[in-house]
């Protein structure tokens, strides 16, 4: 699984000489060294609407943010969000929900809210442009950088094991 298609040939030739030589792990966990504390769906949901409160007030509010162990990370999601409307009775009404897949249980913090920030970036912006990620960076002036060390994540657990015991 290349975790890096898309990146330039000298990016990708030197995380995976990194990862030979059983350097990537060490840069890792240099840069990111602490596994967050946010276990519970309780505790997912309530550190997403924080999020939300603080970066976009005037989206609608959160239904339900959850673990879903069915996301499979193999498959190039990490999360992903729902918008479902429902008649009850005369009114219409809208639930929206995001979906964390459970290998983000556990790692760092900072991956965690990259994922949440990407999925509620979606409540404004649909579509992957250039209007979604200055909302992303908006919200995280590192989101670029924090997607790519994600990425360098993903490959070092598939290829090694887990990183945050």
Do not use: W
Not at 3 to 22: F, K, M, W
Not at 119 to 128: C, M, P, V, Y
């Amino acid at each position: 699984m290349d975790y890096l298609t898309g990146y330039p040939d000298h990016v990708r030739d030197r995380a995976q000489r990194l990862l030979e030589a059983g350097r990537l792990g060490e840069m890792l966990l240099e840069k990111y060294p602490t596994c967050h504390e946010i276990r519970t769906e309780k505790a997912l949901y309530d550190h997403a609407v924080e999020l939300k409160s603080r970066h976009l007030r005037t989206a609608p509010a959160l239904s339900k943010v959850v673990y879903d162990p069915r996301i499979l990370v193999i498959e190039h999601v990490l999360g992903y969000h729902t918008r479902t409307s429902r008649v009850h009775g005369s009114q219409l009404k809208t639930r929206y929900e995001i979906r964390v897949a459970t290998v983000f249980r556990r790692g760092p913090q900072a991956f965690l809210d990259m994922i949440l920030i990407h999925e509620l970036a979606h409540f404004k912006e649909r579509l992957h442009n250039k209007a979604f990620y200055r909302l992303c960076e908006n919200m995280n002036p590192d989101y670029h950088q924090l997607e790519f060390d994600l990425r360098l994540y993903l490959m070092y657990r598939d290829r090694v094991g887990e990183l945050y015991e």
